[in-house]
């Protein structure tokens, strides 16, 4: 495309011409068919494809933006480009830019300088014309009207154009019932989830995120949908924050911040708040409950014998002292009221598995971490057993997703020789519970300190603000199609923002900013 200056513009720098007025003119010119096609090819393009650089990369295309398109050119947006001399179309995404660079002269040349120093102050300087430039990644070819994957790239000065947002859901797969947010920079492409595919919500889940990112937020909009759709979700709260979902949220402006997603403050239709023995809940109607003895398996009672010191008592059976401290021990143990309790039954997994229904487990009075191992590891055998023992058809109808929030304090690196039996339980139902649409959901601001295999267990990934070196190096190896320009944005990505990861559903990793959750938080913990 050509450029023209208009005399009468403040900027001195070239604006677009009108490719309508192009192509009308060359139609009234016989012979110039060849540029009337390509003509026609770059209406309403906003950048052309450049030459490579020595260190380009097969998925990465460099772009030059005409000055009057820069307003139009922003990170995260999908292009279209057409590749003129061999007619093949690619899908992209602008991941870096726009850069600016002057059109006539060098920019650490002296008269550039000088005119830049010489902003404000009574000394307005023209700034000299200047153009842009784009790094797009190429998401695929589009063959027959199906993306995949790219063996070749588009040619030097072929046009970049941007996709109409009518395009983008069946494009980018986002069509289905979950909707937890929007495209970012897109404020009419809803990001949804289909909650009726088996190698969707079942393929376990991993939301990581700082304090502040919106990770706690992401869950509870996650919890919601996914409620609605029929699932059941079980949530472990290590700090009671989930306990009030049954009201609608009281945060300043939501009506107005939810209409824009066609969601309104309300709370969930069913709760049920448990508290293990012992503790308390800031939730008074929070149910009391034991956990079965004869549930444990034998290395868990082994982590009994060793924490109290019960095995090496039980070795000499003639030893009267022996049996007396013996005795102490399983008093003490007895004292935890933590086992087999007729006033506070254990949890019932036919209501924690129903339909429509959150079970908050609610473990903010817990300071006892052995306590707080033995319920999630009850409660990880009994959802699975019970989920084992269904029919096909009483699995789809009873979906479930198993919620461990702030999982690093459950499961962590330093604590993994001691948690063994949890971890085995863990791998387990990532294994073999998709089948039986049981679903795991890591919850976490730490993942550096969560075994590496849980980032293995987990193909669907939520990633918020992270910062700290550690925890993105072992992030970028769990996710590892995140493009590299991706991540830099990951230490500043601002409240709500967030790369998702649904490898069952969207071709690539997306930018999504997720809606604010309907129901109301807890806070004052």
């Not at 899908?91 to 920019?107: C, H, T």
């Not at 209501?351 to 052995?370: A, F, N, Y």
């Not at 190896?477 to 320009?485: R, S």
Request: hydrophobic share 35%; net charge negative.
């Amino acid at each position: 495309m050509s450029t023209e200056y208009d005399s009468n513009s403040q900027s001195s720098g070239p604006v677009a011409a009108n490719v309508g007025d192009a192509i009308k003119r060359l139609e009234e010119e016989p012979g110039d068919e060849e540029l009337l096609r390509r003509a026609e090819e770059a209406a309403g393009a906003i950048a052309f494809v450049h030459f490579d650089p020595s260190s380009a990369r097969s998925s990465v295309i460099e772009a030059l933006v005409h000055h009057g398109d820069l307003t139009k050119i922003h990170r995260g947006l999908y292009v279209l480009i057409f590749s003129t001399k061999d007619q093949r179309r690619y899908s992209g995404r602008i991941v870096e830019g726009p850069f600016y660079n002057p059109d006539a002269l060098k920019r650490d040349s002296t008269p550039i300088q000088f005119i830049i120093l010489n902003q404000g102050k009574g000394k307005v300087l023209s700034v000299p014309e200047y153009h842009g430039w784009i790094r797009v990644e190429i998401l695929g070819e589009e063959r027959s009207g199906t993306l995949l994957g790219a063996v070749r790239r588009p040619h030097p000065a072929s046009p970049v154009l941007p996709y109409d947002a009518s395009m983008m859901s069946s494009m980018l797969n986002l069509d289905g019932d979950i909707r937890i947010g929007m495209l970012d920079n897109y404020e009419d492409v809803f990001v949804q989830i289909d909650s009726n595919n088996k190698g969707v919500i079942p393929r376990n889940w991993l939301t990581v995120g700082t304090i502040g990112s919106g990770k706690s937020n992401t869950t509870q909009v996650f919890t919601e949908e996914t409620l609605e759709a029929n699932y059941a979700q079980i949530v472990v709260d290590p700090e009671g924050e989930y306990i009030f979902m049954d009201r609608p949220s009281e945060s300043p402006s939501v009506e107005e911040d939810l209409e824009k997603f066609e969601r309104a403050p309300q709370g969930v239709k069913s709760i049920t708040v448990y508290r293990p023995p012992g503790s308390e809940s800031k939730r008074t109607d929070a149910i009391e409950f034991s956990v079965p003895f004869d549930s444990l398996s034998p290395a868990e009672m082994k982590i009994y014998c060793h924490k109290y010191a019960i095995e090496p008592l039980t070795q000499d059976q003639h030893d009267a002292v022996s049996y007396g401290a013996l005795m102490k021990k399983l008093r003490e143990l007895q004292m935890m009221r933590l086992f087999d309790r007729k006033d506070a039954p254990m949890l019932d997994m036919v209501k924690l598995t129903q339909p429509g229904h959150l079970s908050v487990i609610d473990m903010s009075d817990s300071r006892e971490q052995q306590v707080v191992n033995i319920v999630i590891a009850d409660l990880l055998a009994r959802v699975y057993h019970y989920k084992m023992g269904l029919t096909e058809e009483q699995n789809t109808e009873r979906k479930v997703i198993l919620t461990i929030e702030e999982a690093h304090g459950f499961v962590s690196r330093d604590k993994k020789d001691r948690m063994e039996q949890t971890l085995d339980q863990l791998r387990r139902i990532a294994r073999r519970g998709r089948k039986r649409w049981l679903a795991l959901h890591f919850v976490t601001q730490s993942p550096q300190h969560l075994p590496s295999e849980l980032f293995e267990l987990a193909n669907n990934k939520i990633i918020h603000q992270t910062t700290g070196s550690e925890n993105l190096r072992v992030l970028k190896a769990a996710a590892g199609t995140v493009n590299e320009a991706l991540w830099d944005d990951v230490p500043s990505l601002g409240r709500g923002r967030a790369i998702v990861v649904v490898s069952g559903q969207y071709p690539h990793p997306i930018m999504v900013q997720i809606r604010p959750a309907a129901s109301r938080r807890n806070y004052t913990i």
